[in-house]
């Protein structure tokens, strides 16, 4: 490109100014790319992050088998039909995952938690074993439960291995230490107004918080008149349904459907005949017997959570869950 005679030329001139500053803003972009990955380093990385036994890289891969990502956000990748999920460990704590997430058709109530927080691994990771020093500490977990615990969730219920759930949590512990720089923004709603987000009734205050759910059910023991419906309720709220099917499903412990009666196969090869004795003691020292095929040590034992009419109801509400014959 040659400058005609009659034109001032500077057009070699203009273009090493261009180059010039190009290169500029190259040695600028670098230099703020090589800073902002200087600030990563203080980042936590996931084959650091751990709960109990289980890895969070473990529960990364729990998390995409079972496309959470379809209904949920971390770090705002994904769907939004479901909450984000990103620093929900920090405001819930451990045990109010675990008691979530296997029974997610419903809300865990107080009792659900209190089960929870006998597992020593929770107890531990949580930092505090009394259902009122853990609801202090994790006002999320306070919130839910004193808003929304006993009622159906719009989550679907997943069927997961107990594995699978120390997974999660250790991926979702992982994920709460991310250094966000503020993300995600806090909502700008004013309280829950909506209807699943009623106050439970007789729980208000803060006084309220510590008021154990074992006396009002146990009172729905002696109002209604039928022990099966109390027992029903009781074993939704103390999370059992989490573990143990009504109908015929075997998930993390055996299916209640068609047990009262029938004859169970025991770990240390015994058979031993399903009655109210039997499924008593089970409930109140679960390794007292062992029920062939599942592990022991998994199951909470429920002696000091429930008396003797919340056991004997819901006794009765597994004797009702037999069938059609009786
Ligand atoms: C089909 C959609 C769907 C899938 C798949 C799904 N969720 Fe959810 N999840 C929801 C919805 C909807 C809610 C909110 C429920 C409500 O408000 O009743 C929810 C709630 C939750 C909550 C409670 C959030 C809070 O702030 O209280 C957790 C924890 C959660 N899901 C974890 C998971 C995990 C882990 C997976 C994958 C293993 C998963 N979800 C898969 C739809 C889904
Ligand atoms: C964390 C999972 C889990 C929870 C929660 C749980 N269970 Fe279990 N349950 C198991 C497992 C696993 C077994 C089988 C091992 C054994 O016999 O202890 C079992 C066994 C039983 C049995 C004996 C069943 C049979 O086929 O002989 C009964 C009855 C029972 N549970 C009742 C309850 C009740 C009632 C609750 C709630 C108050 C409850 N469970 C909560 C896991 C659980």
């Known amino acids: 490109m040659s400058c005609a005679d009659d034109k001032n030329c500077n057009e070699t001139r203009t273009r090493r100014k261009a180059i010039v500053v190009l290169g500029l803003m190259l040695l600028i972009f670098l230099g703020l790319s090589a800073v902002s990955f200087l600030d990563s380093r203080n980042q936590v990385t996931p084959d650091t992050v751990s709960f109990d036994t289980h890895m969070a890289v473990q529960g990364k891969r729990v998390f995409q088998a079972y496309n959470c990502m379809g209904c949920h956000t971390i770090v705002g990748n994904g769907a939004y ?13 451990p045990a109010w995952l675990a008691a979530f997430l296997p029974s997610a058709a419903n809300w865990p109530a107080e009792a659900a938690l209190r089960a929870q927080l006998l597992n020593p691994a929770l107890a531990a990771d949580a930092g505090s074993n ?38 999660l949590i250790a991926f979702l512990k992982y994920t709460s230490q991310m250094n966000t720089e503020g993300w995600p923004p806090k909502p700008k709603v004013d309280g829950l107004s909506f209807p699943q987000a009623r106050q439970r009734v007789g729980l208000t205050g803060a006084g309220a918080l510590a008021q154990p ?68 003691e089970s409930i109140r ?20 959570l429930l008396n003797d009419d919340e056991i004997n109801a819901i006794v009765a509400y597994v004797r009702s869950l037999q069938g059609e014959q009786k």
């Open 81 to 93: 039909f479901g909450p984000d999920l990103t620093h929900l460990y920090a405001s819930t704590g």
């Open 213 to 280: 759910v074992v006396a009002a059910a146990g009172s729905a023991v002696n109002e209604t008149g039928d022990p099966a419906t109390v027992g029903e309720k009781l074993a939704k709220d103390y999370g059992c349904m989490a573990c143990h099917s009504s109908a015929q499903e075997r998930l993390v412990g055996p299916p209640w459907g068609q047990l009262y009666g029938s004859q169970v196969s025991l770990a240390d090869g015994t058979t031993v005949l399903a009655d109210d004795a039997y499924l008593a």
């Open 285 to 304: 020292q679960p390794d007292a017997r062992i029920v062939a095929g599942y592990p022991p040590g998994i199951m909470p034992a429920y002696a000091a």
């Open 130 to 167: 009394t259902l009122e020093a853990y609801l202090k500490k994790y006002p999320g977990a306070a919130e839910r439960v004193h808003r929304r615990g006993g009622q159906s969730s719009h989550m679907p219920n997943l069927a997961f291995r107990s594995d699978e759930v120390g997974q």
